[in-house]
């Protein structure tokens, strides 16, 4: 026994796997107790490649154990895995996470800065191959590279979250760059079932903590001082529920972003407009063609009233849809919901862009899109009223829209270079308004230091 402790050591590909629980590690060493080592444990190179598990039972039991040797030419990697996926029944999110760590091996085979040279296959995989080997996507490889790289944002505790099970790993990587407190405080709500996914968690966090930082901004978004017109949030659509008063609000009018990934944001959105409409509020969003259904789907599922889809028609195409068709786009629809009570004034369902040479002087140099926004402002709100766009994108043609039409803004972004633009659009906007027009901005954002921004200040 005391020979092949010394002789043989274990292989990093072994540990690619999940190690076995202690309790049931434990039941294994009885069963080898009392009926020997019945699959032989195997050998490249001199060191263990498959059946670590069985090696260290049969010294805790006491069993001689059996060897079995791989030929030096073969592809243990490759071995291992098809052992390992007939054998255990693996997540995707475990699948991914290994796959991502056979892609992070040098190209001798070995994670860089570990084990030595005889120990390890030949060949590298890039996370492609790795993806094929294990049975994942890409993306998953992608994914798992966010939450497992050494130096990575993500919190040890969502690390273990993801491995044990409590989280995707595509969970884990949408919380990478929230700062640590963040990640571990919408962890501990998914756990207590308080979330169902550690995004809208992690929004909630977020929006709650510019609210202990920011309570004189919040108090100013609830009873707004006479003049002032925009606020504007650095905060996800899941954390303004805490940032803007409910029922305060007289139309949600945004364009949020139009990739499957960001699917999630329109069920924050739906929730939003339930907290933040008046009665007879509307919500008026910009939509993806090739993802309507699953976009209604989300915006379905609160108290909102399905009211109709405009048609906003842009002059030029505005991008392609996704594979296989590549249809250029030339049209958006605009989903309108409303809380009871709402009513339109007629008017036609078609929002139609004019060309940059038919701008006016004021929009001269607008993105279609800037311009697009204003003009739903316009069709949809009076004078007075208090519009809000959660998901600006950088583009505040829905800011600049509700200032043309006389109307109160509340902005918010989750990115901060979205709010920098909107911020500089601001600036410039004020430069051209006239001396007795009060125009004010505040600024609230999770981790913001010190109180917000002072009147007439961005």
Same mark, same amino acid.
């Not at 492609?128 to 998953?140: F, P, T």
């Not at 009076?382 to 109307?407: F, I, K, T, Y």
């Given at each position: 026994?005391?020979?092949?402790?010394?002789?043989?050591?274990?292989?990093?590909?072994?540990?690619?796997?999940?190690?076995?629980?202690?309790?049931?590690?434990?039941?294994?060493?009885?069963?080898?107790?009392?009926?020997?080592?019945?699959?032989?444990?195997?050998?490249?190179?001199?060191?263990? $490649?498959?059946?670590? =598990? &069985?090696?260290? +039972?049969?010294? #805790?039991?006491? @069993?001689?154990?059996?060897?079995?040797?791989?030929?030096?030419?073969?592809?243990?990697?490759?071995?291992?895995?098809?052992?390992?996926?007939?054998?255990?029944?693996?997540?995707?999110?475990?699948?991914?996470?290994?796959?991502?760590?056979?892609?992070?091996?040098?190209?001798?085979?070995?994670?860089?800065?570990?084990?030595?040279?005889?120990?390890?296959?030949?060949?590298?995989?890039?996370?492609?191959?790795?993806?094929?080997?294990?049975?994942?996507?890409?993306?998953?490889?992608?994914?798992?590279?966010?939450?497992?790289?050494?130096?990575?944002?993500?919190?040890?505790?969502?690390?273990?979250?993801?491995?044990?099970?409590?989280?995707?790993?595509?969970?884990?990587?949408?919380?990478?760059?929230?700062?640590?407190?963040?990640?571990?405080?919408?962890?501990?709500?998914? $756990?207590?079932?308080? =979330? &169902?996914?550690? +995004?809208?968690? #992690?929004?909630? @966090?977020?929006?709650?903590?510019?609210?202990?930082?920011?309570?004189?901004?919040?108090?100013?978004?609830?009873?707004?001082?006479?003049?002032?017109?925009?606020?504007?949030?650095?905060?996800?659509?899941?954390?303004?529920?805490?940032?803007?008063?409910?029922?305060?609000?007289?139309?949600?009018?945004?364009?949020?972003?139009?990739?499957?990934?960001?699917?999630?944001?329109?069920?924050?959105?739906?929730?939003?407009?339930?907290?933040?409409?008046?009665?007879?509020?509307?919500?008026?969003?910009?939509?993806?063609?090739?993802?309507?259904?699953?976009?209604?789907?989300?915006?379905?599922?609160?108290?909102?009233?399905?009211?109709?889809?405009?048609?906003?028609?842009?002059?030029?195409?505005?991008?392609?849809?996704?594979?296989?068709?590549?249809?250029?786009?030339?049209?958006?629809?605009?989903?309108?919901?409303?809380?009871?009570?709402?009513?339109?004034?007629?008017?036609?369902?078609?929002?139609?862009?004019?060309?940059?040479?038919?701008?006016?002087?004021?929009?001269?140099?607008?993105?279609?899109?800037?311009?697009?926004?204003?003009?739903?402002?316009?069709?949809?709100?009076?004078?007075?009223?208090?519009?809000?766009?959660?998901?600006?994108?950088?583009?505040?043609?829905?800011?600049?829209?509700?200032?043309?039409?006389?109307?109160?803004?509340?902005?918010?972004?989750?990115?901060?270079?979205?709010?920098?633009?909107?911020?500089?659009?601001?600036?410039?906007?004020?430069?051209?308004?006239?001396?007795?027009?009060?125009?004010?901005?505040?600024?609230?954002?999770?981790?913001?230091?010190?109180?917000?921004?002072?009147?007439?200040?961005?």
């Amino acid at each position: 026994m005391t020979a092949h402790v010394q002789r043989y050591i274990f292989s990093y590909l072994v540990r690619l796997f999940p190690a076995v629980p202690h309790d049931e590690f434990a039941e294994f060493v009885d069963n080898v107790r009392e009926n020997g080592l019945i699959d032989a444990i195997v050998v490249w190179r001199g060191a263990i $490649v498959d059946g670590w =598990h &069985r090696y260290l +039972a049969c010294l #805790a039991a006491g @069993v001689a154990p059996r060897f079995t040797h791989l030929p030096d030419n073969a592809d243990p990697l490759v071995f291992v895995v098809a052992k390992n996926l007939l054998r255990r029944h693996l997540t995707t999110s475990q699948r991914a996470e290994i796959a991502y760590r056979i892609s992070a091996l040098s190209a001798r085979g070995r994670p860089r800065g570990e084990g030595t040279d005889g120990e390890f296959p030949q060949r590298s995989y890039t996370q492609a191959e790795a993806a094929r080997l294990l049975r994942v996507s890409r993306r998953e490889v992608g994914y798992a590279a966010r939450v497992f790289s050494p130096d990575g944002p993500v919190d040890p505790q969502v690390r273990r979250a993801v491995q044990q099970g409590t989280l995707r790993v595509s969970d884990g990587a949408t919380v990478a760059e929230d700062p640590p407190e963040v990640q571990r405080e919408a962890l501990a709500r998914v $756990v207590a079932k308080k =979330h &169902r996914t550690i +995004a809208s968690a #992690a929004g909630q @966090v977020k929006g709650e903590i510019a609210l202990r930082e920011n309570e004189e901004a919040w108090e100013s978004t609830r009873a707004r001082p006479a003049g002032e017109t925009v606020t504007i949030h650095h905060s996800a659509v899941s954390g303004l529920h805490r940032l803007v008063a409910a029922a305060s609000v007289d139309a949600i009018i945004t364009h949020p972003p139009g990739t499957a990934e960001a699917l999630p944001l329109f069920s924050d959105l739906a929730s939003f407009a339930g907290h933040a409409l008046k009665p007879g509020g509307v919500m008026v969003v910009m939509a993806h063609a090739a993802l309507l259904p699953r976009i209604i789907e989300r915006l379905s599922r609160q108290e909102l009233k399905w009211i109709l889809e405009f048609d906003l028609q842009f002059p030029g195409p505005q991008g392609r849809s996704g594979y296989p068709y590549r249809v250029n786009i030339h049209r958006r629809p605009l989903l309108v919901y409303a809380k009871s009570g709402f009513s339109l004034n007629g008017g036609s369902d078609v929002i139609a862009v004019p060309t940059p040479g038919e701008l006016s002087e004021d929009r001269s140099g607008w993105h279609p899109v800037e311009v697009a926004m204003a003009m739903t402002v316009e069709r949809f709100t009076q004078a007075g009223q208090v519009v809000c766009d959660p998901s600006m994108l950088g583009r505040p043609g829905s800011m600049l829209g509700a200032m043309e039409n006389g109307c109160i803004f509340i902005g918010a972004d989750r990115d901060r270079s979205s709010i920098d633009r909107t911020r500089e659009v601001l600036r410039q906007s004020q430069k051209q308004e006239s001396p007795e027009t009060v125009v004010s901005s505040r600024a609230t954002h999770p981790g913001a230091s010190g109180g917000p921004a002072s009147r007439g200040n961005v």
